[in-house]
């Protein structure tokens, strides 16, 4: 059993890009496709804010986790291994998509602005063909990402309710879910 747990302020941040990503993935298949018009604008808007959140709560939880060891695994060393190259893909996903975003939208000639107040540099000068590749770029990390959260979700209920080892409530609020497992 996995008694030792990740500190608050993982748990908060894990939990919130985690509804983050669960916003930003579904909004951005969803307006791709629309037409252009002042809801796709206001659409792209808040994608791209959730996207810049994102990117800044994962530099917090990147610095959080240097300095912040997590719990020991007490598994199989073949998943430790498979548990630290996910998270680390992760992380890096959770950096380069928005990034990526954000290079698509100024080689596009769309400046990104922050909750429609902070306007944020562009990063590179506007570029049609560019701005179409890092669309691309940004589509398929996208899916590796999806791919990545889906395998980490199946992992941890697998860990949950195979293995029972209680290794889920490391990360979630509150108390262990050992007590109430049917």
């Known amino acids: 059993m996995n008694t030792q747990r990740y500190t ?13 990503f669960f916003a930003v993935l579904p909004l951005g298949l969803y307006m791709a496709d629309l037409k252009l018009s002042p809801t796709k604008l206001q659409l792209y808007s808040y994608h791209k804010w959730m996207g810049i959140t994102i990117l800044l709560l994962a530099v917090l939880r990147i610095l ?8 020991a695994l007490t598994m199989p060393r073949w998943q430790q291994i498979a548990s630290a190259t996910v998270h680390a ?6 950096l380069a998509i928005p990034v990526s975003g954000w290079l698509m939208s100024s080689a596009k000639g769309f400046q990104t602005v922050l909750f ?6 562009d990063l590179i000068n506007k ?6 590749t890092l669309g691309s770029v940004h589509e ?6 999806s791919l990545l959260v889906v395998l980490h979700i199946a992992a941890a209920l ?16 509150g108390k262990s879910l050992k007590g109430n497992l049917p």
């Open 158 to 173: 697998k860990h949950q309710f195979i293995d029972k080892d209680d290794l889920l409530s490391r990360m979630l609020p």
């Open 64 to 71: 959080w986790r240097i300095t912040h060891r997590p719990p």
């Open 89 to 94: 893909a992760l992380y890096v996903l959770f």
């Open 140 to 145: 398929i990390l996208s899916y590796t990402l």
């Open 8 to 20: 608050r302020t993982a748990i908060v941040l894990h939990w919130l890009m985690a509804l983050l």
């Open 116 to 121: 429609g107040v902070l306007p944020l540099p």
């Open 127 to 132: 570029n049609k063909e560019l701005g179409h």
